[in-house]
């Protein structure tokens, strides 16, 4: 205890950054009171920087064709069971102005990858026509693209993108993804530059609990994030899909220890990084129906995206299985989430909710 103590005392009191062996003891905890210290210490970290606040991203779902074949994903190009779709630029606009009206300034628009020249333009498109019904913050996340298309989406209204490496790691990268050149560990980095240079919030992330993943792989993602300088981190527990190649070897899953590891991963972000925007993701929730989002709030994140797309398409959109609010109408979603985010002390700001640590290097 009197390690934990002082690894948190300096990260909560001291300028410089925790090193590897420090970031990899708090990965490694297990014991429930000392997790107990190391959630209220990075909720300590929030209230610093962020307040007892929460912003909230309206998630529109647009597309899950991918040309990617990533072996833990369920959109996975070879995966024949998943009903494809697209929507139609109407459809977004429907789902914009129902973000409205439920009060969310901030929207995020996430697909498939794909870089073909009628998707690029359907993007900026779509991005054009939504800033043009509304004063809304827009995140993309819509994979790897050419410098060009970053700055058209960018000029079109976009300032936000979200790139998850999914690993630091190069090699534990080349053991999620075909060995092609579609699954290129260096072009996705380089990506991350690209998406940076044409002044977007950068955002990046990784999956937790991986098979074969360990404590030193997810340390030099930590490692990595402040190395890109990342604005945002998206970031979530890695859950089964068994019409996936992953999926297919895991004989047993346990979701308490998932649900533990993502929470450690947010925790340990925020003590590291301070000032990011940190999403709770619908994967915490998926682990933990009643409270999983709010869990990861209180360990230290900031950022929840409800799904305000069409029910009618949320099938089709499973990376994972189980995901969670498939068939809830979204009007009893935002109620319930309301309600669930003010019962823990929390307060739903409105406006943009752009990163501190974005706007600390505007100044």
């Given at each position: 205890m009197e390690q934990l103590d002082k690894i948190l005392n300096k990260a909560l009191q001291d300028s410089s950054p925790l090193d590897r062996e420090e970031l990899g003891f708090l990965l490694d905890i297990t014991d429930p009171g000392q997790l107990q210290k190391?959630?209220?210490?990075?909720?300590?970290?929030?209230?610093?920087?962020?307040?007892?606040?929460?912003?909230?991203?309206?998630?529109?779902?647009?597309?899950?064709?991918?040309?990617?074949?990533?072996?833990?994903?369920?959109?996975?190009?070879?995966?024949?069971?998943?009903?494809?779709?697209a929507m139609t630029k109407a459809e977004i606009l429907q789902a914009a102005e129902l973000g409205r009206e439920y009060g969310y300034s901030s929207l995020v628009?996430?697909?498939?990858?794909?870089?073909?020249?009628?998707?690029?333009?359907?993007?900026?498109?779509?991005?054009?026509?939504?800033?043009?019904?509304?004063?809304?913050?827009?995140?993309?996340?819509?994979?790897?693209?050419?410098?060009?298309?970053?700055?058209?989406?960018?000029?079109?209204?976009?300032?936000?993108?979200?790139?998850?490496?999914?690993?630091?790691?190069?090699?534990?990268?080349?053991?999620?993804?075909?060995?092609?050149?579609?699954?290129?560990?260096?072009?996705?980095?380089?990506?991350?530059?690209?998406?940076?240079?044409?002044?977007?919030?950068?955002?990046?992330?990784v999956m937790s609990g991986l098979p074969g993943q360990k404590t030193s792989h997810l340390v030099s993602d930590l490692e990595f994030f402040r190395e890109v300088d990342a604005d945002m981190i998206g970031m979530g527990p890695y859950l089964p899909h068994h019409e996936t190649p992953m999926g297919k070897l895991i004989t047993s899953f346990d979701p308490?220890?998932?649900?533990?590891?993502?929470?450690?991963?947010?925790?340990?972000?925020?003590?590291?990084?301070?000032?990011v925007n940190i999403a709770s993701t619908t994967?915490?929730?998926?682990?933990?129906?009643?409270?999983?989002?709010?869990r990861g709030l209180l360990a230290g994140a900031n950022v929840i995206m409800p799904n305000i797309g069409d029910i009618a398409y949320r099938r089709g959109y499973q990376l994972y299985e189980n995901k969670p609010n498939i068939d809830e109408n979204r009007l009893e979603t935002r109620r319930k989430l309301e309600e669930s985010i003010h019962a823990i002390g929390e307060t739903i700001i409105h406006g943009w909710g752009d990163s501190p640590h974005f706007a600390a290097k505007q100044k």
């Open positions: 190391l959630y209220r210490a990075a909720y300590q970290m929030k209230e610093r920087y962020i307040g007892r606040r929460v912003s909230l991203r309206g998630l529109i779902e647009i597309s899950d064709y991918c040309v990617k074949d990533c072996l833990y994903c369920g959109i996975r190009k070879s995966n024949a069971n998943v009903p494809r779709f628009l996430q697909s498939g990858e794909r870089s073909d020249p009628a998707f690029v333009d359907f993007v900026e498109d779509a991005v054009r026509s939504i800033r043009e019904i509304g004063d809304f913050g827009i995140t993309l996340s819509c994979g790897e693209q050419t410098r060009e298309t970053y700055q058209r989406w960018f000029d079109a209204g976009a300032h936000r993108y979200l790139l998850r490496i999914e690993s630091s790691d190069r090699e534990f990268y080349g053991t999620l993804h075909p060995a092609d050149s579609l699954h290129d560990w260096d072009k996705r980095r380089h990506c991350l530059d690209l998406i940076r240079e044409t002044g977007y919030q950068l955002g990046t992330g308490e220890k998932a649900l533990e590891t993502g929470l450690k991963m947010i925790a340990v972000t925020r003590l590291f990084l301070r000032d994967a915490l929730q998926a682990l933990s129906p009643a409270d999983g989002r709010e």
